[in-house]
């Protein structure tokens, strides 16, 4: 059984890094593509970017000059990094098995618990 | 930048079909997903490339693509049921949801 589960620091200052950490059990982690997603209290969903085990990235061009997502791919473990962090940047943010840009189109599946990320002064 | 337009609320009766719409410039082309999410929770994954289930949704759970756009059927809707549900899809590299429509089961 595919299990994601994510930690990091909860509450952020204006211009600090976001900085979370997501662990992947029980599946083959070379396997997939590994995902970013982020969902502001109250609103949609917005992807953030996708990673693989040799570390190839793509990002959302909205966020790109904010975003660093790494790879340790001998723990099974992925990254986000977002710098200069605002309010806007408040949201829940979850991980997710899922990307890759192929034919057959790209789903997440499953997504990690979520974590809360509060940008305040 | 490629947009998917949801409606934001439908209403449905129990025991009753509920069908969500996802719309966006030549959907039909790309190959669409949905999810589903409850309050408090983690979406869950309910179909993808279009109309396919992973294991563990229940059959009344279905999707079809076509033309400009994705439409999540749910037959013999239940009260569980009641959530918000996403289309997504990806145009040019990049990941693109639908902004949400609220199933509510009265």
């Known amino acids: 059984q595919v299990q994601l589960q994510q930690w990091g620091a909860g509450l952020l200052k204006p211009s600090e890094t976001l900085s979370l950490t997501c662990a992947v059990y029980?599946?083959?982690?070379?396997?997939?593509?590994w995902s970013w997603i982020r969902q502001p209290p109250g609103k949609g969903l917005e992807w953030i970017g996708e990673?693989?085990?040799?570390?190839?990235?793509n990002y959302n061009p909205s966020l790109k000059s904010r975003v660093t997502i790494s790879v340790d791919s001998s723990k099974n473990q992925f990254s986000l990094k977002l710098s200069s962090v605002t309010a806007a940047d408040t949201a829940v943010y979850y991980c997710?098995?899922?990307?890759?840009?192929?034919?057959?189109?790209?789903?997440?599946?499953?997504w990690g618990q979520g974590t809360l990320v509060t940008v305040s002064s | 930048s490629y947009e998917l337009t949801q409606p934001p609320s439908v209403s449905v009766s129990p025991g009753q079909t509920a069908s969500i719409t996802c719309s966006g410039d030549?959907?039909?082309?790309?190959?669409a997903c949905w999810y589903q999410q409850k309050p408090g929770q983690s979406p869950v994954l309910i179909i993808y490339?279009?109309?396919k289930r992973p294991s563990g949704i229940p059959e009344r759970f279905s999707g079809s693509n076509s033309g400009n756009t994705a439409t999540l059927t749910i037959s013999g809707t239940q009260a569980m049921d009641e959530a918000d549900y996403y289309c997504?899809?990806?145009?040019?590299?990049?990941?693109?949801f639908g902004g949400g429509t609220k199933l509510t089961v009265l």
């Open positions: 997710a098995r899922g990307g890759g840009i192929t034919a057959a189109g790209i789903w997440f599946d499953p």
């Open positions: 029980g599946v083959s982690f070379s396997d997939y593509y």
């Open positions: 990673i693989n085990h040799s570390g190839s990235t």
């Open positions: 030549k959907l039909g082309d790309k190959y």
């Open positions: 490339q279009d109309n």
């Open positions: 997504q899809a990806w145009d040019s590299s990049t990941v693109v």
